[in-house]
């Protein structure tokens, strides 16, 4: 069985640009994986989610989507089928006048049936939780109800594979938690999730973690691998969990409380222990 994403020596380059926005770039990313990509503004991460969706083409290397090389328009085209892109603003992803329409979209582009863009446009709704915003005007909904919207289109192309650019920043914390906790629910149901984040609360639930830093993979690992180095993971622009630098004050407070925290969770269950 192939991997879901595997990107081998991958470098993209803007035109005009004098270096790689994404540089000689190795990734695996297993089917039913929930990966993290992070790092400063610039690092790249949102060159490379293109890159996976195949709204770029590499300028070397190679980037394989569910077992199919992007290599050309074509392929660009099979790739978006399996692998769809949720996007930070959720007022730029909104293309029609009714909900409803505004999530067959994608699925319209590629040819599918209209029944069946009725019957999947109805799921993915039910599975977002907006069926009944179907008939209303994008315009009226809130943030986190665009972004669901928006998710219900990408599901309504049933891809295997979603990459989330950020699709939370513009949320309050309870919309970020709900959106967040869906991606969670997609990946439940085997649907493999590339996460895109400057948020280290949101990281420290994932998997496994790639930090990009100038175009590069400079850290990978899972989160507690990576957290626990703090000054690597500070000299790349990033902070560790909140829970983790608690921790850490703690220990050097005297208090002995294990020192690879990086959830809220963890923390509480180290300081019943204590109790
Ligand atoms: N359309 C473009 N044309 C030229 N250069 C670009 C373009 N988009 C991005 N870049 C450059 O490519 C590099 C990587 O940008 P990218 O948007 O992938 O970073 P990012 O990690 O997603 O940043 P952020 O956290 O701000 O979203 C940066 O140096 C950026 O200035
Ligand atoms: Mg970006």
Same mark, same amino acid.
């Given at each position: 069985?192939?991997?879901?994403? #595997?990107?081998?020596?991958?470098?993209?380059?803007?035109?005009?640009?004098?270096?790689?926005? +994404?540089?000689?770039?190795?990734?695996?990313?297993?089917?039913?994986?929930?990966?993290?990509?992070?790092?400063?503004?610039?690092?790249?991460?949102?060159?490379?989610?293109?890159?996976?969706?195949?709204?770029?083409?590499?300028?070397?290397?190679?980037?394989? +989507?569910?077992?199919?090389?992007?290599?050309?328009?074509?392929?660009?085209?099979?790739?978006?089928?399996?692998?769809?892109?949720?996007?930070?603003?959720?007022?730029?992803?909104? +293309?029609?006048?009714?909900?409803?329409?505004?999530?067959?979209?994608?699925?319209?582009?590629?040819?599918?049936?209209?029944?069946?863009?009725?019957?999947?446009?109805?799921?993915?709704?039910?599975?977002?939780?907006?069926?009944?915003?179907?008939?209303?005007?994008?315009?009226?909904?809130?943030?986190?109800?665009?972004?669901?919207?928006?998710?219900?289109?990408?599901?309504?192309?049933?891809?295997?594979?979603?990459?989330?650019?950020? #699709?939370?920043?513009?949320?309050?914390?309870?919309?970020?938690?709900?959106?967040? #906790?869906?991606?969670?629910?997609?990946?439940?149901?085997?649907?493999?999730?590339?996460?895109?984040?400057?948020?280290?609360?949101?990281?420290?639930?994932?998997?496994?973690?790639? +930090?990009?830093?100038?175009?590069?993979?400079?850290?990978?690992?899972?989160?507690?691998?990576?957290?626990?180095?703090?000054?690597?993971?500070?000299?790349?622009?990033?902070?560790?969990?909140?829970?983790?630098?608690?921790?850490?004050?703690?220990?050097?407070?005297?208090?002995?409380?294990? #020192?690879?925290?990086?959830?809220?969770?963890?923390?509480?269950?180290?300081?019943?222990?204590?109790?």
């Amino acid at each position: 069985m192939h991997e879901a994403i #595997s990107a081998r020596n991958l470098s993209y380059h803007y035109e005009g640009a004098d270096k790689n926005a +994404v540089d000689s770039v190795n990734i695996e990313i297993a089917r039913g994986e929930f990966v993290a990509i992070l790092g400063r503004n610039g690092s790249g991460k949102s060159t490379l989610g293109k890159l996976f969706n195949g709204l770029y083409l590499a300028s070397q290397g190679e980037v394989f +989507v569910s077992g199919t090389q992007i290599t050309d328009e074509n392929s660009a085209y099979e790739a978006r089928k399996h692998c769809g892109m949720v996007f930070q603003d959720p007022d730029n992803q909104m +293309v029609a006048t009714i909900v409803e329409e505004d999530v067959a979209f994608g699925c319209e582009n590629l040819g599918v049936a209209p029944d069946e863009i009725k019957r999947r446009v109805q799921k993915a709704l039910e599975t977002v939780g907006m069926s009944e915003y179907a008939l209303s005007a994008p315009h009226m909904l809130s943030g986190g109800q665009k972004q669901r919207a928006a998710i219900a289109g990408v599901l309504a192309m049933q891809p295997d594979i979603i990459v989330f650019d950020e #699709s939370t920043s513009m949320l309050d914390p309870s919309g970020r938690r709900d959106i967040f #906790s869906l991606a969670q629910r997609l990946n439940e149901r085997g649907v493999t999730i590339v996460w895109i984040t400057h948020f280290m609360e949101e990281a420290a639930l994932c998997q496994r973690l790639y +930090v990009m830093d100038g175009g590069r993979v400079a850290l990978q690992g899972t989160p507690r691998e990576v957290f626990s180095d703090a000054e690597a993971v500070q000299k790349l622009g990033l902070d560790v969990p909140d829970m983790t630098a608690l921790a850490r004050q703690l220990k050097q407070n005297g208090i002995d409380v294990r #020192s690879d925290i990086i959830t809220i969770d963890e923390m509480e269950v180290e300081l019943c222990r204590l109790a």
